[in-house]
């Protein structure tokens, strides 16, 4: 499968923003979505994941209750909603897909798409 992450781009502290990614294949519905983002000379942070049917989602403690993650798999796109945005979440976002239940590690996942640049202005 293959992925591309858009909707990046620059928000003030406290706003929000949405990130897609979208899907090419007619397997997408058999995978576990997940984000990532990572800051420049930083390893690459787990930010949520979401079960095959989007009825099981795990985040990372640092965007739980902020971020949303959600999937629609007519249309082969995850999303990341992204609330209450503070400066320390300034990253490249990557999507990224896995056949691995509740997989938050990077090698657990096997398509990454290329990543999309969050700048949160403070």
């Known amino acids: 499968v293959q992925l591309q992450a858009f909707g990046g781009g620059l928000v003030q502290a406290g706003g929000s923003l949405r990130l897609s990614c979208a899907a090419s294949g007619r397997t997408f519905s058999t995978y576990w979505m997940g984000w990532f983002r990572q800051v420049p000379g930083k390893e690459l942070e787990f930010v949520a994941t979401?079960?095959?049917?989007?009825?099981?989602?795990y985040y990372a403690d640092s965007v739980k209750g902020r971020f949303i993650i959600s999937r629609d798999n007519a249309k082969s796109t995850a999303s990341l909603l992204l609330n209450s945005l503070k400066p320390e979440d300034t990253a490249v976002y990557y999507c990224?897909?896995?056949?691995?239940?509740?997989?938050?590690?990077?090698?657990?996942?096997?398509?990454w798409g290329q990543g999309t640049l969050v700048t949160v202005s403070s």
């Open positions: 990224a897909a896995t056949r691995t239940q509740g997989a938050t590690k990077r090698a657990q996942y096997d398509y």
């Open positions: 979401l079960s095959w049917s989007g009825g099981t989602t």
